[in-house]
């Protein structure tokens, strides 16, 4: 019954609903939720630094329902997404209720969509990989997939990173750095992958391309069947999304850097080169996306067997409450400046 944890992460989702259908205030609910009782529950429950065995890992590999709850968020992303989009067409909203929808949908979309895109985005059968990439339509956001798997993974914590946070970078600056140089960057890779085995750009094999396609079409229908309302709830809504996971990104690299061998090339990637939380409430709701330092150190590895290392750098508190932190500078500064390693700075 202790593996049924990990339903927490449709709490989201189900607080969006209820927000969509109550509307008025009911609208905010979804961010309140998220961003201030979340790391309420963070500061109660205790930190589980807790390990599972190699046995347990092998039972928890062979059950199948960890995968499903991973699948299952593919309906309630969609669902509720098209329950917005109704909503919005069909009644009258004051500009105070749109706005809060886009953020609860935006919120839904980050959290339930691109984070469970990217554990499927690291599966090695192809419908995995299909469905984490359908789920990154919404956010706009497809190029992540190649980006992430093919640049982020490869240049984790250097200054070629654009998904890692520079030293006293605030939030801001970052979200502004990252999406148009990641955006860019996927470009640059994917042209790589088409001229290394020997294709044009206008190749079937070109995703980008592909990518590309679908999103305008997304947004196409959207406007044909949700009219301009529609599109520019869908299009804000995106853009919350994807805020989201660059907030998210932020926090996980912030400061953190590879030194370089003295043949000039970076060392490896180690468990020191992401921020690490164990505390519980980020840990489900997010399918363990906080234990980030052995993802990066085994990328491989499914979210439900993940581990905390004790020389990966501990965040002071989980990624809910961190990206809370990380909105006023100044105070995220302070907490996380002093727990960056000394060596790391200016590398």
Same mark, same amino acid.
């Given at each position: 019954?202790?593996?049924?944890?990990?339903?927490?992460?449709?709490?989201i989702?189900?607080? &969006?609903?209820?927000?969509?259908y109550?509307?008025?205030?009911y609208?905010?609910?979804?961010?309140?939720?998220?961003?201030?009782?979340?790391p309420v529950?963070?500061l109660i429950?205790?930190?589980?630094?807790?390990?599972?065995?190699?046995e347990?890992?092998?039972?928890?590999l062979?059950?199948?329902?960890?995968?499903?709850?991973l699948y299952?968020?593919f309906?309630?992303?969609?669902g509720?997404?098209?329950y917005?989009l109704?909503?919005i067409h069909?009644?009258?909203?004051e500009?105070?209720?749109?706005?809060?929808?886009?953020?609860?949908?935006g919120?839904?979309?980050?959290?339930?969509?691109?984070?469970?895109?990217?554990?499927?985005?690291?599966?090695?059968?192809?419908?995995?990989?299909?469905?984490?990439k359908?789920?990154?339509?919404?956010?706009?956001?497809?190029?992540?997939?190649?980006e992430?798997?093919f640049?982020?993974h490869?240049? &984790?914590?250097?200054?070629?990173?654009p998904?890692?946070?520079?030293?006293?970078q605030?939030?801001y600056?970052?979200?502004?750095?990252?999406?148009?140089?990641q955006?860019?960057n996927?470009?640059n890779?994917?042209?790589?992958?088409?001229?290394?085995?020997?294709?044009?750009?206008?190749?079937? #094999?070109n995703?980008?391309?592909?990518y590309?396609i679908?999103?305008?079409?997304?947004?196409?229908?959207?406007?044909?069947?949700?009219?301009?309302i529609?599109?520019?709830f869908?299009?804000?809504?995106?853009?919350t999304?994807?805020?989201?996971?660059?907030?998210?990104?932020y926090?996980?690299?912030y400061?953190?850097?590879?030194?370089?061998?003295?043949?000039?090339?970076?060392?490896?990637?180690?468990?020191?080169?992401?921020?690490n939380?164990?505390?519980?409430?980020?840990?489900?709701?997010?399918?363990?996306?906080?234990?980030?330092?052995?993802?990066?150190?085994?990328?491989?590895? #499914?979210?439900?067997?993940l581990?905390?290392?004790?020389?990966?750098?501990?965040?002071?508190?989980?990624?809910?409450?961190?990206?809370?932190?990380?909105?006023?500078?100044?105070?995220?500064?302070?907490?996380?400046?002093?727990?960056?390693p000394?060596?790391?700075?200016?590398a």
């Amino acid at each position: 019954m202790k593996d049924l944890k990990y339903l927490a992460a449709f709490s989201i989702p189900l607080v &969006a609903f209820i927000g969509i259908y109550f509307r008025d205030i009911y609208s905010y609910l979804t961010p309140v939720y998220a961003f201030v009782l979340l790391p309420v529950l963070e500061l109660i429950f205790p930190v589980d630094t807790y390990n599972i065995s190699e046995e347990e890992s092998k039972n928890k590999l062979k059950n199948k329902l960890f995968d499903w709850l991973l699948y299952l968020n593919f309906p309630v992303v969609y669902g509720l997404l098209v329950y917005a989009l109704i909503t919005i067409h069909s009644g009258f909203l004051e500009t105070y209720e749109f706005v809060g929808l886009i953020i609860s949908t935006g919120i839904v979309l980050g959290v339930n969509g691109i984070n469970v895109a990217h554990e499927l985005g690291h599966r090695q059968k192809t419908n995995e990989r299909f469905l984490g990439k359908t789920l990154l339509i919404p956010t706009l956001y497809m190029h992540f997939y190649i980006e992430h798997n093919f640049g982020h993974h490869l240049h &984790a914590a250097t200054k070629e990173d654009p998904a890692t946070a520079r030293y006293n970078q605030s939030v801001y600056a970052f979200w502004i750095t990252s999406v148009f140089r990641q955006y860019f960057n996927a470009w640059n890779i994917q042209k790589k992958l088409l001229k290394n085995n020997g294709l044009h750009f206008l190749s079937v #094999k070109n995703d980008m391309l592909w990518y590309t396609i679908f999103q305008i079409a997304y947004l196409l229908i959207i406007y044909l069947l949700f009219d301009y309302i529609g599109f520019i709830f869908a299009l804000f809504s995106a853009i919350t999304g994807f805020i989201l996971l660059e907030t998210v990104n932020y926090i996980e690299h912030y400061g953190l850097l590879r030194l370089k061998t003295p043949s000039g090339r970076y060392e490896r990637v180690k468990e020191i080169h992401s921020w690490n939380s164990n505390h519980v409430i980020g840990r489900i709701v997010l399918y363990e996306l906080t234990r980030h330092s052995d993802h990066h150190y085994k990328t491989s590895k #499914k979210y439900q067997v993940l581990d905390c290392h004790e020389e990966s750098p501990q965040m002071p508190f989980g990624y809910p409450t961190s990206m809370v932190l990380a909105m006023i500078p100044p105070v995220w500064f302070r907490v996380m400046n002093k727990r960056v390693p000394r060596e790391m700075i200016g590398a």
